[in-house]
């Protein structure tokens, strides 16, 4: 939805309140509270202070109610902790006396002064004083803000059909939206469908999938779409614009599945479903249990091909006449509100690791391999064979972490190997007890629940679990494989044979989900797989506001996490489809069409691709999708972009603030609200003293900072400034920290031209429990402040005013042009 | 630890999952009883019984091949840890007899192996000028500069 104006208001004159809170004694017991309060009663438009023992009680809450009524307040300061902590208190607070929310501001006295200065009473409480002014400053300049409800589709996307993705599918429907489940593969059921039997229960694996899959197909609230990928996604939260391509099938939907046309295709090939360790013909169902239960053509190795029909044995074999050469792909669009991407894992390919030999010794098998040979349903019906010589082997070594837990291939733990391995030895040893089995593992990790009792299982059944992988394996002419290695345990060499090799191998992020990441500008973790917005409290939202996770995209897991995954999503999903509509945060970007050249570089920088240019070249927020980390608006040149209750001009107004009273003493600090401010809120919980010099300025991202700010500091006489976000790859708005990297070396460039001290700006990466890195940061500043001489902070303040001045020039030669095309 | 291992970040050893991998590939673990890349990192690295590994006589039948470092998951520098501690125990006189005897030769002749007068012979005979005989001193200097002084002077 495109911006509607709200504001501004009719103008009236501020009428300050200014709450200082003792907090018992965490902030009276380290500076003067009273001072603090009759220092504000002297700021500008403050007309009521008061100091209180707890202003976040009823009491302190029922207070400011009153008064707000009696002394007609319009805007409220409190001197108390974080906001992080009581900001909601306080706008609950005000707005319940009949204020809007937005017209609170809170000066941070305690985490950020009394916690930190704990034996300087005097400069604590200067700095306090300092703190309260800048909010004042900031307060005057508040302006009420509505947040506005955006309304949502309510239906939803489910990408990928594995048993997450299903799971997600129906419980969806289930709650009664309409879902569209789209599988690129001909059907839906996933890596699941693939293995014979789950851990730790034992269960076939396909007996508990099937009735799913097919509750899926026939569901009438699911539109399954499978062979169909996704083309392209647009929009935001409720509103997004889905393209899919729906590959052709050449079978319509009236095939029965008999196989009549199968019996008689001639041409071969390997069915991908078994690995290739079976054939399948051109004309094919994937496997038994498929949903849609329909065959397909695979055009690639079909004989009729680019319209010459040179075999007609499957159309004259089709009682029903499905088979239809002429079917082609075709595109679909549809909208939904919500989407949730299950697309799933792929395997490592163990051939990358040349010394265990894989694809090179036949009798080296991988872990899925092993799954469809020992399901009665695969290649050799249940059958572990050698492929060279097609016996039973009497003996197996499995190989733990092959392509995890490596440098040189996945760092991470893919989590369900060592369970599978040993549900596999077990499998083994029902089939054939007499086989010898041998675990090499380095870590058996058995964390789940009943997972210990089978891994005692297996060993009380006689599997051998070898502590120290082989660094080799040989082939010998037998066919029977030689494992060179160490017993770590017994301090001892092993040499041995065996006749067959399983690879336990790892899983790795599937390949089609680069192509969805793109389109939702959801980021990746290290290592690889898709990132969540918070790992322990928002374990299945994405950064991107209603696109959820589910299942092996997020990371390896077993089928339980996969489907409590998905039961999360749905659920997660729903309670925004539930509503209807969407309430955003007050604190989104916001274009001054006047102002507005249409150059572009908003949308350039733009994380959640918010911003864009419309058909007259005016920059256009969207809303829903923007987040408020004001990263446009600091490259905004031109000044046009204004971030709602973090405005340039409230910024500005705190440097002011802040300039007052001996800025060539003082150290200004920009952080971030999610990494660097809760890392300064931090280091006041755990009481780090640091150098009172400092103040902070909140913003929601360090990517808010523009150079302008930075410089003005300098022209105001501010001694040193630091830049303070969160660690590039931990920022909360995907990356926009990278564009505070790249002013801070842009002004540190143009301090150098200057002749300027660049040590003067510093640039610091804290995350949210880094306190103790602010705490030395800041000091270090400290012992350069001493060394800085009072010329260099007169050179600075002359040559960034020259600066500030030209901008101001440029800024309204440029205003003054816009003015006259838009005339024009 | 000195020098050597300051080239690296310790935390690049002290990483090391124990898997065997190393041990598994080493050609001479294959044929020398008690040789052992893995134990070398457990026991010098994560153990801290440096002067127990320095004083171990196996440390010398590493042939630098590198297949463990190659194989490592970890990208474990061992054949890099071992030519370290190779170094050291040099320096602390642990040298095996055939090597004291290689470095003396090399010092006395400036040849690890040195002609015989059968080489010389052969030489004569397929029409060779006679080899020249390289600077001692110089050897002994740049033997020394190398920080093997000590090993030098017990010869």
């Keep these: 939805m495109d911006h509607e104006d709200h504001l501004p208001q009719e103008y009236e004159e501020p009428r300050i309140g200014v709450y200082v809170c003792h907090c018992g004694l965490n902030i009276g017991g380290s500076l003067d509270c009273e001072a603090v309060a009759m220092h504000a009663m002297n700021l500008d438009n403050v007309v009521y202070t008061e100091h209180q023992l707890y202003t976040c009680s009823e009491p302190g809450q029922e207070k400011i109610k009153k008064d707000i009524a009696?002394?007609?307040?319009?805007?409220?300061?409190?001197?108390?902790?974080?906001?992080?902590?009581?900001?909601?208190?306080?706008?609950?607070?005000?707005?319940?006396?009949?204020?809007?929310?937005?017209?609170?501001?809170?000066?941070?006295?305690?985490?950020?002064?009394?916690?930190?200065?704990?034996?300087?009473r005097e400069a604590a409480t200067e700095k306090a004083k300092d703190l309260v002014r800048m909010s004042v400053a900031r307060a005057r300049l508040l302006e009420p803000q509505e947040e506005i409800d955006i309304p949502v589709i309510q239906k939803a996307l489910v990408i990928g059909g594995g048993v997450a993705g299903i799971q997600t599918a129906l419980d969806l429907a289930d709650a009664g939206y309409e879902v569209n489940l789209v599988e690129k593969e001909p059907s839906i059921g996933g890596r699941m469908a693939q293995i014979d039997k789950t851990f730790p229960t034992m269960d076939c694996s396909i007996c508990i999938l099937a009735p799913k899959m097919a509750e899926a197909g026939r569901h009438p609230n699911i539109r399954l779409m499978t062979l169909t990928e996704v083309t392209s996604i647009n929009g935001y939260v409720g509103n997004f614009t889905v393209s899919v391509m729906h590959n052709a099938r050449y079978v319509t939907s009236d095939c029965s599945a008999c196989g009549d046309c199968s019996n008689v295709c001639p041409q071969f090939a390997p069915n991908e479903f078994d690995i290739g360790l079976a054939a399948r013909k051109a004309i094919y169902l994937p496997f038994a249990q498929a949903v849609p239960s329909k065959y397909l053509i695979d055009m690639n190795l079909c004989l009729n091909k680019d319209g010459v029909q040179v075999c007609e044995k499957c159309v004259e074999a089709c009682e029903r006449k499905c088979i239809n050469f002429n079917d082609t792909r075709s595109?679909?669009?549809?909208?939904?509100g919500t989407i949730v991407v299950c697309t799933g894992v792929d395997v490592f390919d163990a051939s990358e690791i040349p010394q265990y030999q894989y694809r090179r010794a036949p009798n080296v098998i991988t872990s899925l391999e092993f799954e469809r040979m020992i399901n009665a349903g695969g290649p050799t019906h249940g059958h572990l064979i050698r492929p060279s010589d097609h016996r039973i082997p009497k003996s197996v070594a499995f190989i733990q972490c092959v392509g995890s837990r490596s440098?040189?291939?996945?760092?991470?733990?893919?989590?369900?190997?060592?369970?599978?391995?040993?549900?596999?030895?077990?499998?083994?040893?029902?089939?054939?007890?007499?086989?010898?089995?041998?675990?090499?593992?380095?870590?058996?990790?058995?964390?789940?629940?009943?997972?210990?009792?089978?891994?005692?299982?297996?060993?009380?059944?006689?599997?051998?679990?070898?502590?120290g992988l082989p660094g080799e394996i040989v082939q010998l002419n037998s066919g029977n494989l030689r494992l060179i290695g160490e017993m770590t345990l017994m301090d001892r060499l092993y040499n041995m044979e065996t006749e067959m090799v399983i690879l336990s191998i790892g899983l790795k992020p599937s390949i089609g989900s680069d192509v969805v990441r793109k389109f939702l500008t959801m980021s990746l973790t290290s290592d690889g797989f898709f990132m969540v917005a918070h790992p322990k409290l928002r374990p299945v939202d994405t950064t991107s506001r209603g696109v959820f996770l589910a299942g092996c995209a997020e990371g390896p897991k077993d089928i339980k996490e996969s489907v409590t995954q998905a039961s999360a999503a749905a659920a997660r999903a729903n309670i925004i489809m539930n509503r209807g509509k969407i309430t955003v945060e007050a604190i989104t970007a916001r274009v001054q069409e006047d102002l507005c050249t249409g150059c572009g570089a908003c949308t350039k920088v733009c994380p959640y691709n918010a911003i864009y240019l419309n058909q007259n070249k005016r920059a256009v927020v969207i809303d829903a999708a923007c987040a408020g980390c004001g990263t446009c608006s600091a490259e905004c040149q031109y000044g046009a972009i204004i971030m709602r209750h973090f405005t340039d001009d409230q910024i500005m107004a705190q440097i002011d603030a802040f300039t007052e009273h001996e800025p060539e003493k003082k150290i200004l600090a920009f952080n971030c609200n999610w990494?660097?401010?809760?890392?300064?809120?931090?280091?006041?919980?755990?009481?780090?003293?640091?150098?009172?010099?400092?103040?902070?300025?909140?913003?929601?991202?360090?990517?808010?900072?523009?150079?302008?700010?930075?410089?003005?500091?300098?022209?105001?006489?501010?001694?040193?400034?630091?830049?303070?976000?969160?660690?590039?790859?931990?920022?909360?708005y995907i990356d926009t920290n990278t564009y505070t990297e790249k002013r801070y070396n842009q002004v540190q460039k143009i301090m150098e031209h200057g002749g300027l001290d660049q040590e003067r700006l510093q640039l610091v990466w804290v995350s949210a429990s880094e306190g103790q890195i602010f705490q030395e940061k800041v000091n270090e500043m400290k012992r350069k402040l001493k060394n800085l001489s009072m010329d260099e902070i007169k050179r600075g303040m002359l040559f960034f005013g020259q600066r500030e001045k030209k901008r101001q020039e440029r800024l309204t030669r440029a205003r003054q042009k816009l003015a006259i095309k838009i005339q024009a | 630890m000195s020098r050597t291992l300051d080239l690296y970040d310790r935390e690049d050893y002290y990483c090391c999952l124990q898997c065997a991998i190393c041990t598994g590939s080493c050609p001479s673990a294959q044929v020398v009883h008690g040789f052992n890349p893995r134990e070398f990192i457990l026991r010098y690295i994560l153990n801290g019984e440096q002067d127990e590994v320095l004083a171990m006589e196996s440390i010398w039948c590493c042939t630098t091949c590198q297949v463990c470092q190659e194989r490592c998951p970890h990208d474990i520098r061992i054949t890099g840890l071992l030519i370290h501690i190779m170094n050291l125990a040099a320096r602390k006189g642990n040298l095996p007899e055939c090597l004291r005897k290689g470095i003396k030769l090399l010092v006395e002749t400036g040849w690890f192996v040195p002609t015989t007068d059968r080489s010389y012979r052969v030489r004569q005979g397929l029409g060779l000028k006679p080899l020249k005989r390289p600077d001692t001193q110089e050897i002994s200097e740049i033997l020394r500069e190398a920080g093997l002084d000590e090993v030098v002077d017990t010869l």
């Excluded at chain 1, 595109?331 to 939904?336: I, L």
């Excluded at chain 1, 040189?408 to 391995?421: I, L, R």
């Excluded at chain 1, 077990?426 to 380095?442: A, G």
């Design chain 1, 70 to 120: 009696e002394h007609n307040l319009n805007r409220i300061v409190v001197a108390a902790c974080s906001p992080r902590m009581h900001e909601p208190t306080f706008r609950s607070c005000i707005k319940a006396a009949g204020l809007n929310q937005y017209l609170l501001e809170m000066a941070n006295i305690r985490e950020h002064c009394s916690w930190v200065h704990l034996h300087d």
């Design chain 1, 331 to 336: 595109e679909e669009t549809f909208r939904v």
């Design chain 1, 407 to 467: 440098n040189k291939t996945n760092p991470y733990c893919s989590n369900v190997c060592c369970m599978n391995t040993i549900k596999d030895s077990l499998l083994i040893k029902e089939h054939w007890p007499d086989t010898e089995i041998k675990v090499f593992y380095i870590d058996i990790r058995a964390f789940g629940k009943g997972f210990e009792d089978l891994f005692q299982r297996a060993k009380r059944l006689g599997v051998q679990f070898i502590r």
């Design chain 1, 675 to 732: 990494c660097s401010y809760a890392g300064a809120d931090f280091a006041g919980i755990g009481r780090m003293q640091y150098s009172p010099e400092v103040r902070i300025i909140r913003t929601m991202c360090s990517g808010r900072v523009s150079s302008r700010f930075v410089e003005y500091a300098f022209a105001r006489g501010v001694a040193m400034v630091l830049i303070s976000g969160c660690h590039i790859g931990d920022c909360h």
